[in-house]
């Protein structure tokens, strides 16, 4: 019911940026918010164009979020209808500064990955939310797919045995070919803005955080190398690590984004001592389970019974959902969470917070490490 | 901006509905929609509870259709908001009169499909739609896939040479196993509510559609049988059919609801003097097309460049876009050509509209009479 | 052993005659036939040069089958060493004529389909192979792939449950393309040789038969299309086929060596109550098992542990076999049968023989019959 | 023609060994060689035993190797027909000893890898081949595979570019269950028999030596860690490797025997600045060619044009061919080599030899430097 919509605010996403109208349409997809303030550009024009097509009250366009979150809380302050949740979908260098100003003024935050630019500052920011009590996302989206929230709950229910092998990796070519970016994304190039990773920070958390979420565990060791291929490119373009984990397990992560000819390959695969698992993004209503010595079995979205994938199931078998669904997932567990005082029907854990974003900068720490100590292995703990 | 929002009804599409929420998130996604006001159920507990959980104010939450028409004419004629265009969800047999009683209001329509439950019923509720000259859209939702569009392009483009050979099937199981159908469904099995066609008119004609669709042609003649497999049932669950085209090209529809194993197997391959087509629905973000004698080829949403296929894109290559959003797809062309005057900015035939409910009857009449007649070949002229 | 090798012979399959090379390679993989004599071609130069490169001595070389058979046949009467078994892989006019001659000689024979070029001679073959009690071998190449016989073995246990479906394909597009054939396969265009029936007789009887096969039963009843796309050419090219069961049991068969972009594309799915099977030939190593509303199983060879699939792999999982050893596997069980006296230690059933041709020519009977009462059903019995 | 085929002896292989079984259909496939001695195994009885069954006779069956050697030596010497090859399907330690025996007496020779059980083992087998100026074939059966020569010759012809990244991957889960081998292969437990390398040496090379193979190129410099699962083993059974190429290019090597679910999953990806290839083992038959940004291509045997994939090639496209007749073409292609003097028809490179084993054996102790240095990077120079 409209009384019951989430009051939300946005900052970034102005026209044009990709991540921005994704974030609206999965928020829309289950209709659980309603967008009543932006800073959507730092651009005064641009700010109030986007503003106005994403139907937000030009009295409520701010151009500069710290205005935004101080305004807001005054009006939540007052019973005058601030927002509930902000989503932050700015270059990575703003997500912490703009999530602590929310935060500080008692208001839930979505935001996404890598949650700051260094440890440190995620580790603050985690601080900050823990104390809160607040609300806060961190939109690992592709754990919003059903079938890794299934492989999740087979790994957790012991299908596959012990963990021996994971193998995770995530390959597009995007940057792979010409020049620079320009536009929209050039601050993905400029460290000061992207932080101290480029790939890494982009997609390579992603792998890593699936790789933790899906199997329970974090590695205890890594050796990584980073490369860069663009020619006048600054940050890595490529990375490859080797995986150590405590209990003996091994494996292998692989982020790149000049691997010819991919779109969004993002791929695990798991080995315990009583069967593997296979889950490919690009074709998320599957998952394959392969016992030792066995048939491999095709899985779907909206047969399997796992209450974790049925959650997140909108629609029958063999009507595919993608990417904008898991997406909305996302911002459906963190609504059901928010109007729950904080608990939520979402069951602990499957929701990614910031908790998943000091993990992901711990990992990007020990990958620099490693990398300028030559690949040498450094501990993750 | 809200301000260029359709005002948005629905007749049927109550709780426990799936098309119902189905519209709701297709219409949501792209934000061209607001719903205002719905006949959700004939019963009147659950009309109430329906529209309430989806925001229609209880003076807008009509018990009876007709009453909706009527009222809601008047509000525009009043020019007090009544709504711009009204979405038929309803079992097969209300469809036409539906249909029909708003579009005599002046109100565009959206209808499930099949459109009425005889052919003499569809044409009449054509030439209404024709004379009326509002936009009425018919939910072949397959339509929406940016690589069936595509597919459709490169046809008319001349890229598969004159066509040879079809086969079109669409394969599922949930009415294989064990009993008659109770709750939402149970009108599925009454011809009374249905019309004379089961399977046939379920999905059979998402087939036949979708085949003409891409081919940009009808066959001439078919010789058909329908099957009936399940216990107590009355209308078919199971078709299969041999085509002729004027042309000399031959092909083949198969639709069963009682293929064991089967998800929602829409499958679509064309051959053609230069090359083959090939499009699977439960992997709708990807075509083949294999020229004779030749290599296959994976063309793929958010690589190809067809203009058709942009035009309902919404995320890059490599985030599977799903069933949701090509029903998404057919709302936004819809909203389009409304606000357009009729006219919008979705190219003619791009988007089914009543004449595809007509060509439909006409498939469904034809198989009727040939299945009656011991596979006789009919013609479809 | 050397002295275990069965004594072969061969009528046809001269150099430029893929199939010949094909037999020839099969019945060495296993090592049980020594080629000793043959009538490899009717041209006096290109059989004697094709019977030195396959190292047959010079004056066991005919240039007459007729010749061959008379000859070899004194020969074992002598006790001089003439052939055991004797394999025909002329067009198919010949088939009739030549198996006949040798199992007047007490030869036993392994032929290529179609075993005749009507149902008549076929019949008159049958009850001459009957008296005969020699082992006669139809070279129904796909029966020996280890998962069409662990597919037959899984329905013979129940696996499926009852039939009610079954969709089986074969398209190729060797024939879609330019002018008529010249040189070897030339015959293949010309009824005087090849039969009343073209890509019928050539690929439509393999499909028929693996449905048979593999599903343990006929159809009762067909309406069948043939239609020729060809250019000046005077046999079908293209077949489409309904098919009754008499428990109720629907089918289509498609066969057309004009589908433009398809290899060799055999694929078999039946829809049992319980459960679906699906096997493609060009992916030979697996076999798809899907439970009614349950998740896809891919078996594998050298995995699945039915005996039947066991009998017929040579190495392990993982490492492909392909189209020859299916080949080979035909000779194989040939030769334990010849020399267990036509019992052998492969199952009644497994190994196709001259019944499996009978079975064609009543189908291929039905076929042109159905098709030249534009597609009447008429009665396989 | 017989009096063409090689005079071929076999060292190892006797029953119940997969590989010797192996090499004699592979060799019998083509008909190039025909097996006249043996020294099957070193049990008396089942030597005897396993040459009747191969059809050796009793004279030509020795119990030791050496011996073997020296009597087919000296048959050769007095014009008495001695073996003109021998192959060499022994456990790993004595396939040096037996080579250079072999070698020594003039035969040439095909041998399984790893080629010795130490580099300097290697390098000397290799210098006492040069000199030899004899046939020396290495069995990386992978090379045999059509289209694994196929992307050899795109990369050679420049179709991907330059070299970028490359990962390849060889998983099994054979050795992930239960217990200690016994039996045939219990050898491979064994560091006397089976060398300092288990999976590094038995499917590690493989990997390695195909990626040298296509791309053309060997990385420069690698890091790698060994690891051990199984109860009381003592050799590495997985293997992870990271690459560095001096051009800048990187890459990954994987390779387990306890990847759980795996069957012989070899897989090859090779991204250059203008496209990817893919090729997977358990699918040979196809080769995916990924322009960069642009839809994937699936090549197939039998229709690529490409010479080198012409030459292996037997049947047509979409009859599947596999891993027999990939190691058929190794035999096919030394034969040629043999009978044209050590030149043969076979383009340098595409078939190999010592130097691969050389090559191999370099990987191998660079992998056991490296990880032994706890992963430092090693320089394969």
């Not at 959507?40 to 500069?64: N, Q, T, V």
């Not at 009006?75 to 997500?95: E, F, K």
Request: net charge negative; proline share 4%.
């Amino acid at each position: 019911m409209m009384g019951k919509k989430l009051k939300w605010g946005m900052v970034g996403g102005g026209q044009g940026a990709f991540i921005g109208a994704v974030h609206r349409m999965a928020a829309r997809l289950d209709d659980r918010y309603e967008l009543l303030a932006g800073a959507l550009s730092s651009r005064p024009e641009k700010s109030a164009a986007s503003a106005a097509e994403a139907g937000i009250a030009s009295e409520r366009s701010y151009l500069h979020w710290q205005e935004m979150a101080e305004c807001e809380g005054a009006l939540r302050r007052a019973g005058q209808g601030g927002i509930d949740v902000v989503s932050i979908v700015t270059p990575n260098h703003l997500h912490a500064p703009v999530a602590s100003a929310f935060l500080a003024q008692g208001i839930h935050v979505i935001c996404d990955k890598p949650l700051a630019i260094s440890l440190a500052q995620a580790e603050m920011l985690q601080a900050q939310a823990a104390r809160s009590g607040l609300v806060c996302v961190l939109t690992h989206t592709y754990t919003g797919y059903p079938m890794v929230r299934h492989a999740r709950e087979l790994v957790r229910q012991g299908a596959i045995g012990e963990l021996r092998l994971l193998q995770v990796e995530y390959a597009q070519d995007w940057w792979a070919g010409g020049p620079a970016i320009t536009g929209e994304g050039a601050w993905r190039e400029d460290p000061a803005m992207a932080g101290p990773a480029g790939t890494l920070g982009d997609v390579g958390v992603h792998a890593y955080q699936l790789a933790a979420y899906v199997s329970g565990v974090e590695p205890s060791h890594l050796a990584a190398e980073l490369s860069t291929f663009g020619h006048g490119r600054v940050l890595d373009d490529h990375v490859q690590v080797m995986l150590r984990y405590a209990n003996g397990a091994r494996g292998t992560l692989w982020a790149s984004q000049v691997a010819t000819g991919c779109e969004n390959a993002l791929t695990l695969r798991i080995y315990g001592t009583h069967a593997q698992l296979r889950f490919e993004q690009e074709n998320p209503n599957e998952l394959w389970l392969t016992p030792q010595g066995g048939a491999a079995q095709r899985l779907t979205r909206g047969r399997v019974q796992g209450q974790d994938a049925l959650h997140a199931t909108r629609i029958p078998a063999g009507h595919p959902e993608g990417y904008i669904e898991a997406f909305a997932q996302l911002y459906r567990d963190a609504a059901d969470r928010i109007q729950a005082g904080g608990r939520g029907s979402t069951p602990e854990g499957l929701l990614p917070d910031f908790r998943d974003g000091v993990m992901g900068h711990r990992f990007i720490q020990a990958v620099l490490d490693s990398s300028h100590a030559d690949s040498a292995w450094v501990s993750l703990a």
